[in-house]
């Protein structure tokens, strides 16, 4: 016998799950759980969890991301989301991955990893980790932040982190143990949780195994948000940067999770690089777009129209002068405010593709790597002083064009190709709620 993966499942709940339905109701008044036992340890995070009215309120006012800017190591930093609340005020930010274990062990100086300005909002803490224990106790540090989510990182394919670490997308071959990190995180905040995995991970790529992670997953956890990088992982030894290019994309995965789990939203990651590409996105039914790269390199040019394009606001005026007055101040207020961190390169960082293609960027890029090698630089405004010369001031003064529009049928061609229907063997079903 085979059910839909839509079917509701309809179970007597254990004690546990009446702890988190009692927590969650007024976050999630139409969960439902399967009558699935979980452990005495779990249970005691459960028991354990802290609600925080406040944060409630915060993400109350926020819709669902329609676009959002991925997480990134060292790239998404409090610097680049400075400068991209700049360029928008809509688009969904997310911090770069921090380790559970890296919260616990600096809870005395969790502001150099979690703080960030109120105009951050809304922002979505990503957390990694292989330890519930930790994973409970970062996500309880975390709280007073105010993020706006949490998300749980079942991606990340990096030796460090997949490998040695034993998390990341690695996790994605042990849906149990994600299914009780999310319910452990649910457990431990009030803000809406998450989880950005891939497609697949080495031999374990076929559509029906990614429905298996997802129907686990989601039904044994609040969990009802999934961030899908269309890639499967390669743990074969390339590269991160090789594991976003070599695992071919498939669109076709994304859109039949959509087909096959209507109670679910997901949002759509990798190969995006455009907003006629996040448009093309929607327009085929996503419910949510996230651009990783591209939104760093030429921030100016996708970030900038995101307002307009995507959240339908006014054309914006705003000029990269001004941007860039606002980010001096913003970055001469950092500097050192740990010790040595951060300094002048560290803030510049995320500005070295706000000239991409435009005339002037290749001087103003020696200018830059001039400006450090001199190692005398004290402020960003003295930074900005011997370097913006470089550009010509009807760059600097002119506000963010029209868009141009642009077709794509990419993900047109990806809805052509979509796998059979998942379904739920009775078996399986059986092994999760027997």
Known sequence: MMKSAGHTLIASLTPIHSVILKNHGRLFPNLIYGNHTKSRKLHCYHQKCQFHKENIMVASRYPPPRFSVAPMMEFTDNHYRTLARLLSKHAWLYTEMIAAETIVHQKGNLDQFLAFSPEQHPIVLQIGGSDLDNIAKATQLANSYGYDEINFNCGCPSPKVAGKGCFGVRLM??????????????????????VKCRIGVDNHDSYNELCDFIYKVSSQSPTKHFIIHSRKALLNGISPKENRSIPPLKYEYYYALVRDFPDLQFTINGGINTIDEVNAALREGAHGVMVGRAAYSNSWNLLGHVDSAIYGEPPSSLTRRQVLEKYQVYGDSVLGLYGP??????????????????????????????????????????????????????????????????????????KNLLPPPYTVREEEEELLYG
């Open 173 to 194: 071959l042990d849906p149990k143990f994600v299914a009780d990190a999310m319910s452990v995180i649910s457990a431990n905040t009030n803000v809406p949780v998450s």
């Open 341 to 414: 961190r951060p300094n002048v390169r560290e803030v510049i960082k995320p500005l070295l593709g706000f000239f991409h293609s435009e005339p002037g960027n290749g001087a103003w890029k020696r200018k830059v790597d001039a400006a450090f090698m001199e190692c005398t630089l004290q402020t960003i405004k003295s930074f900005f002083e011997k370097t913006l010369g470089a550009i010509p001031d009807s760059v600097m003064d002119s506000p963010i064009t029209q868009v141009p529009i642009v077709f794509s049928d990419v993900f047109a061609d990806a």
